[in-house]
């Protein structure tokens, strides 16, 4: 019996609990897997239409020709990539006509990875949670599947009885392995200093964890494979042909009527045991003059109910996206895209008990 595998992510939202901090990632051309529009349960669609996703103007394409390679490169918000033929070796043909009326496997399922807190389940003897990747707004009529593409990732709940295996035929494995030359956006993960919890009157300053939303490993590329909290960059090569899409600004938002927005530098430092008027240039830092046990009653928008006694705040992510030859010039691609996230961010009136000291200067 084919049972339904219900999402616990709308449309568009990829939630994930990190280090006790929840990131909800939102970019506005990924649209979740949804029942009333796709073949949730089994995952397959076939080459008749585009999946059922609704996306938006959030992509943007250009064309590159190597010499050696002609490709066709993208970016949203959220995520990066490129499709490419070797000129006088590629088969040109569409999915269409190279692989008919073979049933591609728009969804696939994995267990949540570790630092992934699952909701609660309230039937456990009737199924779990698990992680659902989806690829949506397929054109069969384009060589591998067209400049808009997407990739949903959600939190789905899996009754035990549900397929959850990998189906392998031409066009699923041949769009899936495109999959892997697709590249998100790293999240950064906000880390609050020098207190793990902000305190009200005490300056808190602002470092970035930067993140890969879907395996939650550190993203440290070029200039920052060696940090430990990686870097806002990252590069993705196929063939000759490079793209390279690095952060140029952060604003954090509490979304409260009596706290500002703060731009921030996604290289943003902070050296410990130092005094505030002596952090970098680039510190970023915010002094909260009131707790967010009131959160609710200045919030400029609606908390969740999941939310107690938080802001939860917007982490919004300025990037620019360069295309080129491996070895030679780079190009601009649009004009910046820009990540909008979510995380909650508590702040105390104290320093609550079960934490280390606290630093007040």
């Known amino acids: 019996m084919t049972r339904t595998i219900r999402s616990f992510a709308a449309a568009a939202i990829m939630a994930f609990v990190i280090a006790g901090g929840l990131v909800a990632v939102t970019t506005t051309s990924a649209v979740a897997c949804d029942q009333a529009t796709e073949d949730c349960d089994s995952g397959d669609t076939d080459n008749g239409g585009n999946g059922g996703d609704d996306t938006s103007s959030g992509n943007k394409n250009a064309a590159i020709n190597t010499g050696g390679s002609s490709c066709s490169v993208y970016a949203n918000g959220g995520g990066m990539g490129m499709y490419c033929v070797t000129l006088g070796g590629g088969n040109l043909k569409t999915l269409r006509e190279r692989f008919g009326d073979q049933k591609l496997q728009q969804c696939r399922y994995s267990d949540l990875p570790k630092t992934v807190e699952p909701p609660y389940n309230a039937n456990p003897d009737k199924g779990r949670f698990m992680l659902m990747t989806c690829l949506g707004s397929i054109d069969f009529d384009t060589y591998s599947g067209g400049p808009d593409r997407t990739v949903a990732i959600s939190i789905v709940f899996v009754p035990f009885d549900a397929d959850i295996s990998d189906h392998h035929n031409g066009i699923t494995d041949f769009l899936w392995n495109r999959f892997k030359t697709d590249a998100l956006m790293p999240v950064p993960f906000m880390v609050t200093r020098p207190n793990v919890t902000p305190i009200v009157g005490t300056p808190t300053f602002f470092t970035f964890r930067w993140l890969d939303p879907v395996t939650k490993d550190v993203v440290a590329q070029g200039d920052y494979a060696n940090r430990e909290n990686g870097g806002p960059f990252r590069r993705i090569v196929e063939g000759d042909v490079a793209m390279e899409a690095r952060a140029t600004k952060i604003v954090i938002d509490p979304?409260?009527?009596?706290?500002?927005?703060?731009?921030?530098?996604?290289?943003?430092?902070?050296?410990p045991g130092v005094l505030p008027r002596s952090q970098p240039a680039n510190a970023c830092k915010i002094t909260f003059k009131r707790s967010s046990a009131s959160a609710r009653k200045y919030a400029n928008r609606e908390i969740p109910g999941r939310i107690k006694d938080a802001f939860y705040a917007?982490?919004?992510?300025?990037?620019?996206?360069?295309?080129?030859?491996?070895?030679?010039?780079?190009r601009t691609l649009g004009n910046d895209f820009t990540m909008r996230m979510r995380q909650v961010l508590p702040v105390q009136e104290v320093q609550a008990p079960n934490q280390p000291p606290a630093v007040v200067y």
């Open 314 to 330: 917007d982490v919004i992510v300025t990037w620019k996206v360069t295309y080129g030859p491996v070895n030679g010039p780079m």
């Open 255 to 271: 979304r409260q009527t009596d706290i500002k927005p703060e731009t921030c530098d996604p290289e943003a430092s902070y050296l």
